[in-house]
């Protein structure tokens, strides 16, 4: 298995460490659960060092970016970040991303590390463009006390980054790109540092109190009660983005590939959506349970799993568009488990839209 920059770091906090798409990565330090409930209230310290990182400089990477994805990536205001998805010919989502403008001419893409290898073809030949992902390690910190915490830190820069804003800095003379963004529902921030200066980076973050190590269980149960997609279970080749929830960031105006087909499924309207579930218990749903509407199949869970917030089940599913208002009652599974279509996000109470005013 491929290790990250902070592999060592792992044992000094007790993780237990599995295979993730060919990296050695902690699933739990803790415990999951306790990792989940200190993120919510504290921070959570996570190692996302596996994915992906691209710099597009100049006209000629922005303009073939801008091509892959179904978002006006041209129009993006420099310090904002966008989320977006890179398609296939068919309208078929490869892989969801975010990309941040850090100037006029430079773009800062981040990916997922099962389709990076395919990502990264893509952009094959393409002038100005700079895959940076096995010489970058990337730290999210999230929750609550995360901007306290940069703060003293030293980052001043985030005390006035909003939601979804990112910037270019350093960090004890390390260079550093830091956005206000997350997988976890909570305010945070992700951290791209080089290598060499993720240990340390690590270990100052961890030397404040109020800082727990989390793993990728942790991770997944969070972006769930919240209702953020997981490439390669939610989010398919197969799947458009209007089957993936994703209609309202569709720039219908600009060229995208597979655009023709997405629109005649749009105009349509008969396709599935990604649905956010939830159970009367603590019973989870589970990736590949068939759900029944009225005894008969009409959908598949994506993910699901116990949200420790809640203290129910959560989970994402593929429901015909017809019933997936909230309110929709289900069964899943061999033993008809009761489940319910419900907005985004089933957890309400995350503090990722949290505005400051000192």
């Known amino acids: 298995m491929r290790q990250t920059s902070l592999h060592d770091e792992y044992a000094a906090s007790g993780a237990k460490v599995v295979d993730f798409h060919g990296w050695a990565l902690p699933v739990q330090f803790a415990g999951i659960v306790q990792e989940h409930l200190h993120t919510r209230s504290e921070a959570g310290l996570f190692d996302c060092s596996h994915m992906g990182e691209f710099l597009l400089r100049g006209p000629d990477a922005i303009d073939a970016f801008d091509k892959m994805v179904y978002s006006d990536m041209k129009g993006l205001r420099i310090g904002l970040c966008r989320y977006s998805a890179i398609l296939n010919d068919q309208g078929g989502i490869i892989d969801d991303c975010v990309a941040l403008r850090l100037s006029d001419a430079e773009y800062y893409l981040v990916t997922n590390a099962g389709p990076l290898d395919e990502v990264n073809a893509l952009f094959a030949g393409v002038p100005g463009v700079e895959n940076i992902s096995d010489a970058t390690t990337k730290v999210d910190l999230q929750g609550p006390k ?41 305010l945070g921030y992700e951290l791209f540092v080089p290598n060499a200066a993720g240990p340390e980076l690590w270990r100052a973050l961890l030397a404040h109190p109020e800082v727990a ?35 309202r960031f569709i720039a219908w105006d600009t060229e995208f590939p597979g655009k023709a087909a997405i629109a005649a499924q749009r105009d349509a309207g008969n396709h599935t959506v990604l649905t956010a579930i939830k159970t009367d218990s603590r019973r989870a749903p589970r990736h590949g349970m068939e759900l029944k509407h009225n005894g008969e199949v009409v959908g598949v869970v994506t993910s699901g799993t116990f949200g420790p917030s809640v203290s129910f089940g959560v989970g994402l599913a593929d429901i015909p568009k017809a019933l997936s208002a909230p309110g929709t009652v289900l069964a899943a599974g061999p033993k008809d488990l009761m489940v319910e279509t419900a ?9 990722c839209r949290m505005k400051f005013t000192d």
Do not use: F, Q, S
């Open 213 to 247: 190590p989390c793993g990728l269980g942790a991770r997944d149960t969070l972006r769930t009660e919240v209702g953020y997609p997981l490439n390669g279970e939610d989010l398919a080749p197969t799947k458009t983005p209007l089957e993936c929830g994703m209609e």
């Open 343 to 351: 907005g985004i996000p089933i957890y309400t109470d995350g503090t």
């Open 146 to 186: 995360a901007r306290a915490i940069l703060l003293a830190e030293g980052l001043e820069c985030v005390r006035d980054l909003k939601y979804w804003n990112g910037l270019r800095t350093t960090w004890r003379g390390h260079d550093l790109v830091i956005t206000r963004a997350g997988y976890t529902g909570e």
